[in-house]
Structure formats: C-alpha cells, structure tokens
C-alpha cells in the first residue's frame, strides 16, 4: 500500500515553454503533499507544501508564480514549471502523507526534466 | 546555520560486512530522524524511522542508532549483499512534518 506515482517520468521540453508534472496517490488519500528538487549529487529540497483545497506553501527562495502548485483533491497534486529555462533543469519528486503533521512521507518516483 | 551531514560521499564494502554510515547535524532539535534508499533515477524509499527517545531500531538486516548529545545518527547494513548498493539518505523533522535531506552516501557492495 501507499503508493504514490508521478507523470510523466521524463520530460524535455524548449526554452519558455510551460511543464505540467502529476502527483498522485494511487491507494490512499493525501492531506498533504509535498515537492522537491535534486540536483545531481545534491539533496532535496523542498520547495513547497500543499493541502488539499487549500494554497501551497512555498520555502524560501522558491518562485510561487513560476512553479504553480496546485492540490485539487485528495489523490492529486500537479506542480506546473511556467516559462522553463534550463536551469530548472532537475529531478522533481512529488511525496504525500496521510494527514498533515504525521511523520511518514511516500515519496513518487520522480521525474525529469531536461529544458533545452 | 542548519546542516546536515553524511560523513562521506562514497563507501565501497566487500558482500557479507557491515556498512555503517554517519548522519552528523547542527543547529537542529529533530523529534526524529528518518533514513531513506535512493536508487538512480528514482524517488527515495522509507527505510526506517526513529525517535528523539530512542536510541535504537532495527529492521531485518538494517540498524540504526539516534544519539541526541552527539547530534549523529549511525546507519548500519550487516551482512551487505551487492543488491544493498544504493546511495543512502538520511532526513530530519524539527518538530514538523517538513523534511530535511543529507545529501545521503552511495554504497557499493563488491561480491
């Protein structure tokens, strides 16, 4: 159980163009999910928070109006790259958990993208 | 500032010895610790998770200790296999359900 997918799984896309990920909870309901970033040899970093029906939290230096989240139910959140260039080049992983301040995170398998 | 650290980037172990890996952190009050499995490409893996009063858990072949004083948690795979070669990840919770990553130690088990 609490399995969490993420679509697409690689993504290239042209300089300016916008970028839709998905993240989904494909057996339980997800309160809270969560995005990060990784860059190669690199941790990951969160970049924001979101409750379902609710706005997402971003972290510190992250650009809320180029990486527009949005959680609109409880097994879906997408987390959209607006005007990418390619230093937004990165893996991003999606994570979900059942209620909101539990500690267990299901994370997705992440996805790709290169912007050219 | 806040840090986390691995203590090393890389470990390479002969098949059926212990791996221990190091998590070191300063500057943070975790109510647990959290470590996880990354293989290549893809999402990191929930391997176990342990409390600020605990000082130790184990799961099947992995352990893991949790010293508060020392803020350092040690991660130890015995009796290695060459399909533990992962890199590992360990992650912190300051008293909220945010994560914070090392930026985790590769191992690689030779047979």
């Known amino acids: 159980g609490a399995v969490v997918s993420q679509h697409p799984s690689w993504v290239i896309c042209k300089s300016g163009t916008s970028v839709k990920i998905e993240c989904r909870s494909l057996d339980f309901q997800a309160t809270t999910m969560f995005w990060y970033r990784q860059f190669p040899k690199q941790s990951l970093m969160l970049m924001a928070t979101?409750?379902?029906?609710?706005?997402?939290?971003?972290e510190q230096g992250v650009e809320k109006d180029k990486f527009l989240i949005n959680h609109a139910s409880l097994t879906l959140s997408t987390l959209t790259v607006t005007s990418a260039h390619p230093e937004d080049s990165s893996f991003y992983i999606c994570?979900?958990?059942?209620?909101?301040?539990?500690?267990?995170?299901?994370f997705g398998p992440g996805t790709r993208l290169t912007v050219l | 500032s806040q840090k986390i650290e691995q203590n090393s980037e890389a470990l390479n172990i002969q098949e059926g010895k212990t791996a221990t890996l190091t998590c070191n952190y300063t500057?943070?009050?975790?109510?647990?610790l959290q470590w996880y499995r990354q293989d290549p490409g893809r999402g990191p893996v929930f391997l176990l998770l342990i409390r600020e009063n605990e000082k130790e858990k184990r799961k099947e072949r992995l352990k893991v200790t949790f010293d508060t004083t020392l803020k350092q948690s040690l991660f130890h795979i015995t009796a290695s296999q060459p399909a533990d070669s992962a890199t590992y990840l360990c992650a912190l919770a300051p008293n909220d359900y945010k994560l914070s990553f090392g930026a985790g130690t590769t191992v690689t088990v030779r047979a």
């Open positions: 994570s979900a958990s059942l209620a909101v301040l539990t500690d267990t995170q299901y």
């Open positions: 500057n943070y009050s975790p109510a647990y």
């Open positions: 979101s409750n379902e029906g609710s706005k997402a939290t971003y």
